[in-house]
């Protein structure tokens, strides 16, 4: 080093030694603040100076994202998203044609998350891609929909492994709509046809992957018959396991005997066909959604069309329900909501059996056949679960069964859960069980 070079700094035990200003970077001045700055000066100093970025003000919009407010949306000016955010808000024709696809199927049940299949995966693109990421800790991605709108949101899991993540999806109270390919080499000139081949709502499912062995999966349809005010309403009930084929149908009187038949059976998802908007719900348990369809089916000439299509009958005389209204009703409406989540019956998928479901030709069974047993009784005996905790381990359930198929223990939960009335029913069963 040259003797008289200049110090790097000033020295440590005095003042400091004035730096050569020509050896520093614009950039690296430091303005010093007089008070007859000029505004020549601060211009200067302000260019010389890196910007901060502006932080855009964010909030939550009716979607439910969160995005920013300073920037409109193209394709809607009331909504502060992106076209991007949502499968409505992106005009279709400047799509690709599969994503117009995917929004077309989309925008036919916008409530359920939908699983489109893109080789060997299962793709979901705009909310739904940021929704399942999200819950299934999947990375999220981009893909190409059009030269206007640019990437969208993509995530995808791999069709081998359709029905683990599927399961969580369900388990977590979401509907799942599965479009698979019909096809492995598509027609020349245009796409591989993809159709809707399954939907997965938590009381639809039948692989044995998500559901629970030594108990009974229950769909339940509801038929409510408003009376006047100062009457109990009528009901019925269809419940259905469609992983086992069981099909009971029940109709009684009165709010309360519907609310402790909902908190007995514990139904994974119950529909409903509402009579009118402002008809109350406070005959459903509080911890049990109600999925609320349309209430067409569930008239009585759609619901014995509905029972003579599904059983391949020309009368429903033979069924034992034609004095029993309420229960047609139920029972129909049931069944048209099982061929809408199962719409391709002839094809099979790689994801599941698309054949329709079988089912037992429906059971009524009357109010004098069971003992009833309300909510507070079955909570303080502990039947099928403890009291403290709401666990199966300890109650009187866990404790007697010693059953060794899985049928058999939902048949112990069934006897358990509902005691016979009749002594000469007690006596048919104890004889059986004493033959076997």
């Known amino acids: 080093m040259e003797a008289n070079a200049e110090p790097m700094q000033g020295n440590l035990f005095g003042d400091a030694e004035a730096s050569n200003d020509a050896s520093q970077s614009p ?117 190409e929909s059009g030269k206007d709108i640019g990437r969208v949101p993509m995530a995808g899991i791999p069709h081998h492994a359709a029905e683990r993540y599927c399961s969580e999806l369900v388990r977590q109270g979401f509907s799942v709509s599965i479009c698979d390919q019909l096809e492995s080499i598509p027609t020349k000139g245009s796409l591989i046809k993809r159709e809707i081949t399954r939907v997965l709502t938590p009381g639809t499912i039948i692989e044995e992957g998500m559901l629970q062995a030594r108990r009974n999966n229950w769909l339940v349809s509801v038929v409510i018959e408003p009376n006047n005010k100062n009457q109990e309403f009528s009901w019925s009930m269809a419940n259905a396991d469609i992983s086992t084929g069981e099909f009971i149908v029940m109709e009684r009187i009165g709010k309360e005997a519907l609310y402790q038949e909902l908190n007995k059976l514990e139904a994974a998802e119950i529909i409903w066909g509402q009579p009118n908007s402002d008809f109350p719900k406070d005959w459903c348990p509080e911890h049990i959604k109600i999925n609320i369809v349309s209430k067409t089916p569930f008239s009585l000439p759609e619901a014995e069309l509905s029972l003579k299509n599904y059983f391949d009958l020309t009368t429903i005389n033979g069924l034992g329900l034609t004095q029993w209204s309420l229960a047609i009703r139920a029972s129909g409406g049931l069944l048209a909501y099982l061929n809408n989540t199962n719409p391709i019956h002839k094809i099979n998928t790689s994801f599941a059996q698309s054949a329709r479901i079988a089912l037992d030709l429906p059971r009524i069974i009357f109010q004098e056949d069971f003992l009833i047993i309300d909510s507070q009784t079955r909570r303080n005996l502990e039947i099928t679960s403890t009291q403290k905790d709401n666990q199966f381990h300890g109650s009187l359930l866990w404790a007697i069964d010693r059953t060794l198929t899985s049928m058999g223990g939902r048949c112990l939960r069934r006897w358990i859960d509902k005691p016979l009335m009749s002594v000469n029913a007690i006596y048919s069963r104890q004889e059986i069980v004493t033959e076997l």
């Open 27 to 143: 950039e690296a001045k430091t303005f010093q603040v007089e008070k007859d700055i000029s505004d020549e000066e601060l211009t200067k100093d302000a260019q010389i100076r890196p910007r901060k970025i502006k932080q855009a003000k964010l909030k939550l919009n009716k979607y439910g994202f969160v995005a920013t407010a300073d920037k409109e949306s193209p394709t809607d000016k009331d909504s502060d998203l992106p076209a991007w955010s949502h499968h409505s808000l992106v005009n279709t024709e400047k799509l690709t044609p599969v994503m117009r696809h995917y929004v077309e199927l989309k925008k036919a049940s916008p409530e359920r998350i939908l699983l489109y299949r893109l080789g060997d995966f299962f793709e979901c693109f705009f909310e739904d891609a940021i929704k399942i990421s999200q819950i299934l800790e999947l990375t999220l991605t981009g893909k």
